[in-house]
């Protein structure tokens, strides 16, 4: 849940107007309203983004390419702001480069700036790009032209692992080639087994291969499981072969039930077969629940048989609530019963500690953001919402509610704020939202109480 949370975080925070004051890649300003959104983050004492941004000005080609794909957002670590953003995103150095997905709201963040080849990959800018002051050419592997200069030493046309020339355009090593290369113990020029090299390019003595060396316990020429030597050649228990071997309780030669020795191997006296053993409270003759013999042969309360058993509190002979006796056999006014008594500084239901209310309903002070603790069963319908959103959740104490809504460069469009909202469930409505335009927003809730402040962040959709 914490994970969820953090990432939508990450979007709401960001800020319309990240650009730095002085002018820092001023080149790639615009103002359009795009689907994909390009962060950088820098700092001006970084000697690195001095030379990303002087490539940058001095390639207008891949200004104009950027800037028509992407929303584009100058990010200053040194900044409060940008310290804040930088936090979120985790940037651990500079320069480095956010690209945001509103569509499949995919991050992917790159470290360092490398070239413009590099970066235009990375964005899946197109390789021969035509723009408006003349076509773009850039490097990206797989193409099938080779560019040393962009760090490729192979370019094979494609992006697959094995075929000599890898994913990120890097030699690998091929068995079969008849060279030595990589982790290769051999490479004899074929990928036939039974010559003394392996079609995996490795010595040829390998469990499967029928001949027993000192690392085997056995080896039976296969690495089937199942018939005495494993598929790492080790050695197995085979039920029914009259050898008493790994866990084996017994063996009689045969895997067949009702003659002491299961089909497993087992002695064939188990919980529910009637017959009470050392080992079992009960055995009523089946692993039901709830009959006062659990499925693993343990005496079960039964609530409402008048026998005080187990974790009940009473046992009034009946399962009728309002006799102080309750239908599940708890005494009826209770800490953890859900109802504030005289005696009770709070009750939420249960008696779990670090909730903000004790297992003795008594208050607990956090200093953790953890919203459940505050209000729980948030849900906002419908899916996606037109003209009215309706937000339902259910507070475990009277608190102040506010809810914000951001568009997803994290700009606030809407609130609303709510005082002294009672203990329990509750469903607020939204009827002023129809101005908002179709597509994805944030709803951030804030809730308020004698513990401290407390929200949760969740995605809503405008139809």
């Known amino acids: 849940m914490k994970k ?56 207008e080609k891949f200004q104009e390419l950027i800037k028509s794909k992407y929303n584009i957002q100058i990010v200053n670590i040194k900044t409060d702001a940008g310290k804040k953003i930088a936090a979120l995103y985790k940037i651990q150095a500079v320069p480095t480069i956010v690209n945001y997905d509103q569509t499949s709201l995919v991050i992917k963040k790159r470290k360092g700036f490398g070239s413009i080849n590099k970066l235009s990959s990375f964005l899946n800018l197109n390789r021969h790009a035509k723009t408006n002051i003349g076509n773009f050419s850039l490097s990206v592997c797989g193409d099938g032209v080779l560019d040393a200069g962009a760090g490729e030493s192979c370019d094979d046309g494609n992006t697959t692992n094995g075929d000599g020339c890898s994913s990120t355009c890097e030699l690998e ?19 036939t087994d039974g010559d003394n090299c392996s079609s995996t390019c490795d010595a040829e003595n390998f469990c499967g291969d029928g001949v027993l060396n000192t690392s085997e316990a056995c080896d039976d020429g296969n690495t089937t499981n199942g018939d005495g030597c494993s598929s790492t050649c080790e050695l197995e228990s085979v039920c029914g072969n009259g050898i008493l071997e790994g866990n084996e309780v017994c063996d009689d ?13 087992d002695a064939e006296n188990f919980c529910g077969d009637g017959v009470l053993n050392t080992s079992e409270a009960c055995d009523d003759g089946n692993t039901t629940n709830g009959d006062g013999c659990s499925s693993t042969c343990e005496l079960e309360s039964v609530c409402g048989n008048g026998i005080l058993e187990g974790n009940e509190v009473c046992d009034d002979g009946n399962t009728t609530d309002g006799d102080n006796c309750s239908s599940t056999c708890d005494a009826e006014n209770f800490c953890g019963d859900g109802v504030l ?12 500690n670090g909730d903000g209310c004790s297992s003795t309903c008594e208050l607990e002070s956090l200093a953790i953001n953890e919203y459940d603790i505050a209000f729980t069963e948030l849900k906002s319908y419908p899916i996606p919402f037109t003209n009215q959103l309706t937000v339902s959740l259910y507070l475990l104490h009277n608190s102040d509610v506010e809810l914000l809504v951001y568009d997803i460069t994290g700009k606030q469009v809407h609130a609303k704020t709510i005082d002294n909202v009672s203990f329990g469930k509750n469903e607020i409505v939204f009827e002023d939202i129809q101005f908002l335009q179709s597509g994805n927003y944030l709803l951030k809730i804030n809730v308020t109480n004698q513990l401290g402040t407390y929200f949760k962040v969740s995605n809503i959709l405008k139809k």
Do not use: W
């Not at 709401?12 to 103002?31: E, M, P, Q, V, W």
């Not at 030669?253 to 191997?265: E, H, K, Q, V, Y």
């Not at 008594?341 to 779990?352: F, K, L, P």
């Open 4 to 59: 969820n949370i953090g990432i939508l975080l990450i979007i709401f925070i960001t800020s319309l107007n990240l650009h730095a004051s002085r002018g820092f890649l001023n080149c790639l300003k615009n103002d359009v309203d795009l689907k994909k959104s390009v962060l950088i983050f820098y700092s001006p004492d970084c000697p690195y983004c001095t030379k990303m941004e002087k490539e940058i000005v001095q390639n």
């Open 173 to 191: 090593s091929v068995c079969g080639n008849g060279i030595l290369e990589g982790n290769e113990v051999c490479d004899d020029g074929n990928t």
């Open 341 to 352: 008594n005289t005696s009770e500084a709070c009750d939420d239901g249960n008696t779990t």
């Open 253 to 265: 030669g045969n895997t067949i039930d009702g003659d002491n020795c299961s089909s497993t191997c």
